[in-house]
């Protein structure tokens, strides 16, 4: 892996939140570069190789979405997180999911940001092809689709399973609900209730329960995040 | 000023349009009978003249001057040549026979038609005479005429005629233009002031009707039918303002009180995440709530309608029963979905979700503790419905009508989560939807279905 892997370039125009971001993003371990335009964002994300491009919706010079275009018509091919201010309303937004890149609704949560940049980050990654999927005593088989913790079968029903599925695979990251009601059931609106928490408590009973050590951890204020101890 | 917007009104320029047009045509037929007429009465007399010119030519030619003087003396005894004039001179003009006493003056053409006025020059009433002359070879004149004055008084009275009508009926078009344009202007006028009236004091003015059922009392009704939708429309903004500012305001006073009181509080790291973290808590709920409102209206717009897509209502109730049901388990009630294994839509899949969603989580949330929640979906009459049914407590059928306004939250409901936008945003998915939405007492318990339009292949 190289060092361009832990770079992002962020493109916003507002110097509190540009700061803000650039210090949450330093504190994780990134290294970045801060864009205050549109076409200082061209200059920069050609020149250098970056892990994860976060660009404002609205800029003073260029939109984001047109800066975002350019930059893969000039051969970028980084993710993008876009982030709009406009939320629902930004039907433009909503159609880069078919893209691959992901958006984010002004105001976020910094370890919303943080976990969708990772998540970004992850995909410049090699992805190795397994069938068999392991974290800690757990394996998870995604050709039977079938889970198991120490040798022994855990029942799961397939959307709960899809949700396993989606938390092992970012083992040692943090997912939000956003995402998980986003990448396990293609839902893209804020429930406004707890309903994603009861979700993932019954998934958790089913593989945490009666065990030697859990594997479903909660991030208040977040989401979850599964790891094995040690 | 009535005056001035009638004669500056385009209904009137238009009429005077048509009235030119017209006026154009009526004179042009109006001219043709006219000259067709005088013509034909003319060309009669010149028959006569020339046949009796003829005649008297053939005289001359036969029989000399003398012959002639005969003839023409025979045909002025005669009663059946009475309209005849004649006169026959030598070349110095002096008078060898005939009825007229001396060659008129005016008349000097050797030959040819010509037209003159006879008796002294400075008498009234002279009659107007229309001749054929000939100059024999040895000099003598011949003059054969007839009064045409008759006929010149039948081509002025038609002249009078036609001149007159096409003057009337500029006249009556004119005045039945400005009746016409004037009540029309009227109408109109009166539309203005009321719009003026609205814009200047509010929307509580309506056009008057004046009940003869015509086009512009339609108008006016459908104007007054407008505004009266307005001004509800209004005073749901208004209560809907109303009832932002109080759920905003809320929470953004406990936000403020929170930070005042650690503004000027000791530093206590235990004390001030505390704090924070409930600052934020509530910070969301604001936040969520602009989300709710601006999705709602953004369904309002009905821009979604251009995405949307044949899906199988089945599958979406069965993945909100599968997520919902988690949530129903702790209170140990029973989330079960019946009906058929297909009911078909034309729709938005989010947006059906996302209102189905909604509809169990208050089933689940208002109805009874180990009771039933049954979501059922049917084909009935070829038209997709589905139902969700609770056993619960139900609502009284008066606040049926109710449920669906914004931020309206039923006395009982005050306590429990929620911002009481999640039924607002179903009455939206439903209207988006062209759906129906019917509630029920479910004895015991509520009964909401939605009626969906028959999907589009």
Known sequence: MTGGHRRILVVEDDPETAGQLVESLTASGYQVDLAASGNEALSRGVASDYAVITIDRMLPDIDGIAVMRQLRDDGIAAPVLIISALGEVDDRVRGLRAGGDDYLVKPFSFVELLARVEALGRRSDTIVKQTILRVGDLAIDLVSRTASRRGKDIFLLPREFQLLEYLVRNEGRVVSRAMLLQHVWDLHFDPSTNIIDVYVGRVRRKVDGQQAYPLIHTIRGIGYSVRAPG | ?457
Do not use: C
């Open chain 2, 1 to 457: 000023m009535l005056l001035a917007k009638t004669l500056t009104s385009s209904t009137f320029k238009l009429a005077l349009i048509a009235i030119g047009t017209f006026g154009v045509i009526v004179s042009g037929i109006f001219s043709y009978v006219y000259l067709s007429t005088s013509s034909y009465v003319r060309s009669r007399s010149d028959r006569a003249i020339m046949t009796e010119y003829s005649s008297l030519q053939g005289a001359y030619e036969r029989s000399g001057r003398d012959g002639l003087i005969a003839l023409i003396q025979q045909r002025v005894a005669d009663k059946n040549f009475a309209d005849n004039l004649y006169l026959l001179a030598d070349p110095s003009l002096a008078t060898l026979g005939g009825n007229l006493r001396a060659w008129p003056p005016a008349v000097t053409a050797p030959k040819g038609w010509t037209e003159f006025r006879a008796g002294e020059p400075n008498a009234t009433n002279r009659p107007l005479l229309r001749a054929m002359l000939e100059t024999f070879p040895n000099g003598d004149r011949l003059l054969v005429a007839r009064d045409i004055s008759d006929l010149d008084g039948f081509a002025d009275q038609i002249k009078t005629a036609v001149i007159s009508s096409i003057a009337l009926i500029f006249a009556v078009a004119g005045v039945v233009t400005i009746l016409v344009t004037r009540r029309t202007v009227g109408r109109i006028e009166q539309i203005n002031a009321t719009s003026r009236a609205i814009m200047l004091s509010g929307l509580d003015k309506r056009i008057p009707l004046r009940g003869t059922h015509d086009e512009w009392d339609r108008v006016a009704e459908n104007l007054n039918l407008m505004l009266d939708r307005i001004e509800t429309l209004m005073g749901e903004v208004k209560q809907v303002s109303d009832n932002v500012a109080h759920d905003l305001r809320t929470p953004l006073t406990r936000m403020r009180g929170r930070l005042e009181k650690a503004y000027h509080g000791e530093r206590v790291g235990e004390d001030d995440q505390l704090l924070i973290g409930d600052t934020i808590a509530d910070l969301d709920a604001v936040l969520r709530i602009f989300a709710s409102l601006t999705r709602i209206a953004q369904i309002e717009t009905q821009a979604r309608k251009g995405a949307f897509r044949t899906v199988n209502l089945v599958e979406i109730a069965s993945e909100v029963v599968e997520l919902y049901d988690a949530a129903a388990e702790p209170d140990g009630t029973r989330l079960s979905i019946v009906g058929d294994r297909e009911v078909l839509v034309t729709g938005d899949r989010d947006l059906i979700f996302d209102a189905i969603a909604n509809l169990v989580d208050n089933a689940i949330k208002h109805g009874r503790a180990g009771g039933q929640v049954v979501v059922a979906n049917e084909n009935i009459d070829g038209k997709p419905v589905i139902s969700i049914a609770d056993d619960g407590p139900g609502i009284p059928a008066d606040q049926y009508k109710h449920v669906f306004k914004r931020f309206y939250r039923l006395e009982h409901s005050r306590y429990t989560p929620g911002n009481g936008l999640g039924l607002s945003l179903v009455a939206a998915v439903a209207r988006l939807h062209g759906a129906r939405i019917e509630m029920l007492d479910n004895a015991p318990g509520l009964k909401l279905t939605l009626w969906f339009s028959a999907p589009t292949s």
